[in-house]
């Protein structure tokens, strides 16, 4: 496809979420991911990452990315799914666009990938969903850098149940060339302290595979809440790999956002 026949969606969040300028975000994003703690190798086939600015929730994020840099050569398209902020949906939204821009460059569209799920009656196409959507265009740096070349089916996800969710992640699943991102932040805006006891109580959900989250726990309850059924009948094991707020980042405590860091793996981490 050459280039001038490509609808390029264009970044909508740099220069608020993430630095605007490609070798800061370069630089930060390479930063980030060389301070997070070393993961046991296990497999991701599967994470959720949260998607506030990168000041807030970077950190976090980076803790289940900076794993993913061993399997850069295997990787070659990424499922991304996240909640949408500005525009009501119903169902789940592909954008007309077939690549997605960031700073750092320009993602493709699975074109092929999303032929497969086009027909199922809660997959709809709306540009208007993803044009202003910060929950997508935010994991993109991260995968852009510790992946190499990598194909994206990006849904932004409204108004849908658990099993329609899991039911698109299924078409899409593949083998270990596939990677599914969804991008979630935990509770908003509550004190600190209540901030920790309801998100290590929702971390505590999701590492049992349990889909019951509302939205007060997860904004992105709907796309987890499809991954945890899908997860449980591929019979992945769940990982929480990181659980802090904006309290012990970059904010102030009276008023935390809570971000988590959790991988899928069809096989169990090695304790060592």
Known sequence: MTHSTQQIR???VAGMFYPGSAPVLARDVQQMLREAAPAPAARAKAIIAPHAGYVY?????AS??????????????????????????????LPAATAF????????????AIATIEPLPQVIVSDAAHALEHSLEVQLPFLQTVLGEFTLVP?????????????????LWGGDE???????????????AAARATDSN?????????????????CGATPVNGLLLAARQHRLQARLVDLRNSGDTAGDRSRVVGYGAFAFSAEPAHAH
Request: hydrophobic fraction near 50%.
């Open 64 to 93: 289940v990315y900076a794993p993913l840099a061993a399997l850069r050569e295997s990787i070659r398209r990424v499922i991304l799914l996240g909640p949408t902020h500005r525009v009501a949906v119903n169902g789940l939204a």
């Open 178 to 192: 596939t990677l599914i991102v969804i991008s979630s932040d935990l509770s908003h805006y509550l004190a600190y």
């Open 10 to 12: 264009p970044a909508a």
């Open 57 to 61: 929730s970077g950190p976090i994020a």
């Open 202 to 218: 929702t971390a505590r959900h999701i590492v049992a595979l349990e889909p019951h989250l509302d939205h007060q726990q997860a």
């Open 155 to 171: 849904l932004a996800v409204g108004r849908a149940s658990a099993a329609q969710v899991a039911e698109v992640l299924e078409c």
């Open 101 to 112: 821009a960031t700073p750092l460059g320009v993602v493709p569209l699975d074109q092929p």
